[in-house]
């Protein structure tokens, strides 16, 4: 008996003394709210959409995000990114339009040179309280990627 005590005392040990050993798993990115403004024209670079809800691109030149409500439903339009530096999830976020339907506006985002971007055409509830994950109300299917 003493000696399945003491084996079970060196086991707990060298358990502890491996999970010590090991670096923590890095958090994911806090998510990044940034409200469009002025009136930019949405008619360039990569674009998503969620049919007749929201509409949105990105700009290569100036990393600029523009989109548009397109519908008059009571949310709001958002394009839902994602930045990845070597592969790696660097920061997240959404660019949201909450002046009403039809209205255009662009957030300057100031990605990475040489990053992945994913975005998302989403519906958004913009005066909700949370954070931006439990704003998204649905998005469109695809996303798209592209280099910045």
């Known amino acids: 008996m003493k000696f399945r005590t ?9 358990a502890v003394a491996v999970t010590a050993g090991q670096a923590p798993a890095s958090a994911a990115p806090a998510w990044v709210e940034t409200i469009a403004s002025g009136t ?3 008619d ?10 929201a509409f949105g691109c990105f700009e290569r030149d100036g990393d600029v995000l523009t989109l548009v409500d397109e519908a008059a439903d009571g949310h709001s339009a958002a394009i839902v990114w994602q930045n990845f530096v070597d592969g790696a999830l660097y920061r997240r976020g959404a660019c949201v339009e909450k002046r009403g339907k039809d209205v255009q506006g662009g957030c300057n985002m100031n990605f990475k040179e040489g990053s992945e ?9 913009a005066g909700a309280s949370g954070n931006v994950a439990d ?4 998005c469109g299917l695809s996303s798209r990627a592209f280099k910045a």
Not at 44 to 53: M, N, Q, T
């Open 40 to 42: 930019r024209a949405v």
């Open 44 to 53: 360039g670079g990569v674009c998503a959409s969620l049919d007749f809800v």
């Open 6 to 14: 003491l084996l079970a005392s060196v086991m707990t040990g060298l």
């Open 135 to 138: 704003k998204i109300v649905t």
């Open 117 to 125: 971007i994913q975005i998302k055409a989403c519906s958004y509830e």
